[in-house]
T-cell receptor, first 112, second 112 residues
Framework: GDSVTQMEGPVTLSEEAFLTINCTYT??????LFWYVQYPGEGLQLLLK?????DKGSNKGFEATYRKETTSFHLEKGSVQVSDSAVYFC???????????FGKGTSLLVTP | NAGVTQTPKFQVLKTGQSMTLQCAQD?????MSWYRQDPGMGLRLIHY???????DQGEVPNGYNVSRSTTEDFPLRLLSAAPSQTSVYFC???????????FGPGTRLLVL
């Protein structure tokens, strides 16, 4: 079945450091890929998405590129801020599916 | 618009008690889902619905019942709570063909 694997956390970075959170997937066909973010005490919010191979999703300085050849959708940001501290979830939705398959989440802590 | 609302925000139950977690949306989305979030497990799908009168099981449906009598509401029922159901529960919606899911703020449940 469809599944998502993302790097284990927690990840601790200093402000202005470069961020990469790895995400790989297993799915039949061409799923849509997502990154959701969960700030402390809140629900999940969509951060960015890509619906076909080679698409790049971007939002709030975060980027991720849909790589079909490596089945990956790594999240990157060039300069993190303290306000980026949150849990980040990679997810996929198959074309015939109704709901999302989530990775286990990666906790990010950015220190001043 | 309130979006997706969930009540209660927090609940403590004793083993064997029953309760209903409420989810309501004013976005007129046909698809609604219930997820549970556990540490190190990410989010796992419990049940979902593609419209009023139609529900189906997700990855972890045991111990939970759902019904969908209206587009707006999708309650999740625990008939006999168990400590293993201690978790944070999220409701989500999206329109048919839509890629983005919209999450409620969550209900934190503790079963003693």
């Amino acid at each position: 079945g469809d599944s998502v694997t993302q790097m284990e956390g927690p990840v601790t970075l200093s402000e202005e450091a470069f961020l990469t959170i790895n995400c790989t997937y297993t799915a039949t066909g061409y799923p849509s890929l997502f990154w959701y973010v969960q700030y402390p005490g809140e629900g999940l919010q969509l951060l960015l998405k890509a619906t076909k191979a080679d698409d790049k999703g971007s939002n709030k300085g975060f980027e991720a590129t849909y790589r079909k050849e490596t089945t990956s959708f790594h999240l990157e940001k060039g300069s993190v801020q303290v306000s980026d501290s949150a849990v980040y979830f990679c997810a996929l939705k198959g074309k015939s599916g109704y709901a999302l398959n989530f990775g286990k989440g990666t906790s990010l802590l950015v220190t001043p | 618009n309130a979006g997706v609302t969930q009540t209660p925000k927090f609940q403590v139950l004793k083993t064997g008690q029953s309760m209903t977690l409420q989810c309501a949306q004013d976005m007129n989305h046909e698809y609604m889902s219930w997820y549970r979030q556990d540490p190190g497990m990410g989010l796992r799908l419990i049940h979902y619905s593609v419209g009023a009168g139609i529900t189906d099981q997700g990855e972890v449906p045991n111990g939970y019942n759902v019904s969908r009598s209206t587009t707006e509401d999708f309650p999740l029922r625990l008939l006999s709570a168990a400590p293993s159901q201690t978790s944070v529960y999220f409701c989500a919606t999206h329109p048919p063909g839509g890629e983005t899911q919209y999450f409620g703020p969550g209900t934190r449940l503790l079963v003693l």
